[in-house]
């Protein structure tokens, strides 16, 4: 199973920028983004569930980013508004073929290879 991300680099401060998860042939009941600073633990972002396609987000950048999903194109997206420089990470995307709690990262089995976004 292969995450592949793009998108992202760096940004100013109040900018936008979007994330892109390609989905190579893989069926998840949930998908999510991550970020992760160093010396930190990874963080759980957004989330979709794939069965009635409910989103859950961390109350950091909730009514900021919006993650949704192509299902035609198997695209997972991460819509970044109104970017801080504390949301400078690396991001994940995460897929989960049994579900579990959406913000705990042992939730999912498949993983991205990251990419940064920093915003100054």
């Known amino acids: 199973v292969q995450l592949v991300e793009s998108g992202g680099g760096s940004v100013h401060a109040g900018g936008s920028t979007r994330l892109a998860c390609v989905l190579a042939?893989?069926?998840?009941?949930?998908m999510g983004w991550f970020r992760q600073v160093p010396g930190k633990e990874r963080e759980g972002v957004a989330s979709?569930?794939?069965?009635?396609?409910?989103?859950a987000y961390a109350d950091s950048v909730k009514d900021r980013f919006v993650i949704s999903l192509d299902g035609a194109k198997g695209i997972l997206y991460l819509q970044m508004n109104s970017l801080r420089p504390e949301d400078t990470a690396t991001y994940y995307c995460a897929g989960s073929q049994t579900g579990g709690l959406w913000n705990v990262a042992g939730t999912y089995d498949s993983w991205g290879q990251g990419t940064q976004v920093t915003v100054s």
């Open positions: 979709l569930s794939t069965v009635g396609s409910i989103t």
């Open positions: 042939d893989y069926n998840s009941k949930c």
